[in-house]
């Protein structure tokens, strides 16, 4: 009985290289195996997807949310590189894959991987497996004609013919397949963009807050707010815009956070985040201001000479007020802070310490 272990990120290959690998009538069942981190957490979306289309299916899911590190690959001094942190990725996830594997008696693993995929070319694509003692037991069908052949085919369980020779590009070929197959095309979970590192710049928040000798998944989750600031060395200022947002920052809030929001125009609910007990009293007091017209900047306000914004510490129950001038513009934010106005637009700038 040939068992054959699918790694399902809910991404239209995968979805096409798990019904094709059912279909073939050289394997007697499917497996999935769906990895959780924090980079990307549409775990429900998937598993939708997973009782809609492949009913009674074994499907399980492990969690690499204590590998961020790992999956990231920024190394101490170095820039943020997509290709690196893919290869490391794929690299953590194969590791895991293959003793799953083992331990449910599987007999290969299936991945939907594309040659060219994130700057992953044949060569790189093959090291992976050689690195991990693991070479013949990785089938990647939509790309299996570039590669060398594996045990699925020299056991005769798939015709190399039948296998695939995509590229990076060939998402036309991809889409006809998934119609051959009966799969919608739609997609819901966007699977396209499923990795937070292959956001445009989202790299750059990763590499600036990795520099910092300590930070938590708490910090990590703060990246993904479309309004993030950071003025060196560690203070991150965090907007929130609608309601959405805010009852999503409302939870990653610590004792030690300040929080900025304004009582006489709609605005956004700001959090303020560094280590408040290295700071003078000057550079508090200098940070709660560039907080604060940060904030109003972003508000109904804007166009006021003078507003009053009120803050607070998470762990004191007092509310103080202090009245700030907004900036001209969102853009001269840039002049005081790292600015990143969305996931997709960082501006790295040499902005003094406070």
Same mark, same amino acid.
């Given at each position: 009985?040939?068992?054959?272990?699918?790694?399902?990120?809910?991404?239209?290959?995968?979805?096409?290289?798990?019904?094709?690998?059912?279909?073939?009538p050289g394997?007697?069942? !499917?497996?999935?195996?769906?990895?959780?981190?924090?980079?990307?957490?549409?775990?429900?979306?998937?598993?939708?997807?997973? $009782?809609?289309?492949?009913?009674?299916?074994?499907?399980?899911?492990?969690?690499?949310?204590?590998?961020?590190?790992? *999956?990231?690959?920024?190394?101490?001094?170095?820039?943020?590189?997509?290709?690196?942190?893919?290869?490391?990725?794929?690299?953590?996830?194969?590791?895991?894959?293959?003793?799953?594997?083992?331990?449910?008696?599987?007999? /290969?693993?299936?991945?939907?991987?594309? !040659?060219?995929?994130?700057?992953?070319?044949?060569?790189?694509?093959?090291?992976?497996t050689e690195?991990?003692?693991?070479? %013949?037991?990785?089938?990647?069908?939509?790309?299996?004609?570039? #590669?060398?052949?594996?045990?699925?085919?020299?056991?005769?369980?798939?015709?190399?013919?039948?296998?695939?020779?995509?590229?990076?590009?060939?998402?036309?070929?991809?889409?006809?397949?998934?119609?051959?197959?009966?799969?919608?095309?739609?997609?819901?979970?966007?699977?396209?963009?499923?990795? $937070?590192?292959? #956001?445009?710049?989202?790299?750059?928040?990763?590499?600036?807050?990795?520099?910092?000798?300590?930070?938590? *998944?708490?910090?990590?989750?703060?990246?993904?707010?479309?309004?993030?600031?950071?003025?060196?060395?560690? !203070? $991150?200022?965090? #907007?929130?815009?609608?309601?959405?947002?805010?009852?999503?920052l409302q939870?990653? /809030?610590?004792?030690?956070?300040?929080?900025?929001?304004?009582?006489?125009?709609? %605005?956004?609910?700001?959090?303020?985040?560094?280590?408040?007990?290295?700071?003078?009293?000057?550079?508090?007091?200098?940070?709660?201001?560039?907080?604060?017209?940060?904030?109003?900047?972003?508000?109904?306000?804007?166009?006021?000479?003078?507003?009053?914004?009120?803050?607070?510490?998470?762990?004191?129950?007092?509310?103080?007020? #202090?009245?700030?001038?907004?900036?001209?513009?969102?853009?001269?934010?840039?002049?005081?802070?790292?600015?990143?106005?969305?996931?997709?637009?960082?501006?790295?700038? $040499?902005?003094?310490?406070?």
């Amino acid at each position: 009985m040939v068992k054959a272990l699918s790694l399902f990120s809910g991404s239209l290959a995968s979805q096409v290289v798990t019904r094709l690998v059912e279909h073939t009538p050289g394997v007697d069942e !499917v497996l999935l195996l769906h990895f959780r981190s924090p980079f990307f957490e549409e775990y429900e979306a998937v598993r939708e997807l997973v $009782k809609s289309e492949w009913p009674g299916v074994s499907f399980r899911t492990q969690s690499l949310k204590k590998d961020y590190r790992r *999956l990231a690959n920024i190394p101490p001094g170095s820039c943020f590189t997509l290709k690196r942190s893919c290869l490391s990725c794929r690299t953590l996830m194969l590791s895991r894959a293959i003793r799953y594997m083992e331990r449910i008696q599987a007999d /290969f693993i299936v991945t939907g991987e594309i !040659v060219g995929h994130n700057g992953l070319y044949e060569e790189e694509m093959e090291r992976i497996t050689e690195d991990l003692g693991i070479s %013949g037991l990785v089938l990647r069908p939509l790309s299996a004609r570039l #590669l060398s052949p594996s045990r699925p085919e020299l056991e005769g369980w798939f015709k190399r013919e039948d296998l695939g020779d995509l590229r990076v590009g060939d998402d036309d070929r991809l889409i006809g397949l998934a119609e051959r197959f009966g799969l919608t095309t739609d997609d819901a979970i966007c699977s396209h963009r499923r990795c $937070k590192l292959t #956001l445009a710049e989202f790299g750059e928040r990763l590499e600036d807050l990795f520099v910092e000798d300590e930070f938590t *998944l708490n910090a990590l989750k703060l990246l993904d707010f479309t309004l993030y600031y950071k003025r060196p060395p560690d !203070v $991150k200022i965090v #907007l929130a815009m609608d309601e959405k947002e805010k009852r999503a920052l409302q939870n990653y /809030f610590l004792p030690q956070d300040l929080r900025v929001y304004l009582s006489t125009h709609r %605005g956004p609910m700001t959090l303020v985040r560094t280590n408040w007990q290295r700071k003078s009293p000057s550079q508090v007091r200098a940070i709660i201001k560039l907080a604060g017209r940060i904030t109003v900047t972003h508000s109904e306000a804007a166009h006021l000479a003078s507003v009053p914004i009120n803050y607070r510490f998470e762990n004191d129950d007092e509310t103080s007020q #202090l009245s700030v001038l907004p900036f001209n513009s969102v853009a001269e934010i840039a002049d005081h802070c790292l600015v990143s106005t969305s996931p997709h637009t960082v501006v790295s700038r $040499k902005v003094p310490p406070p």
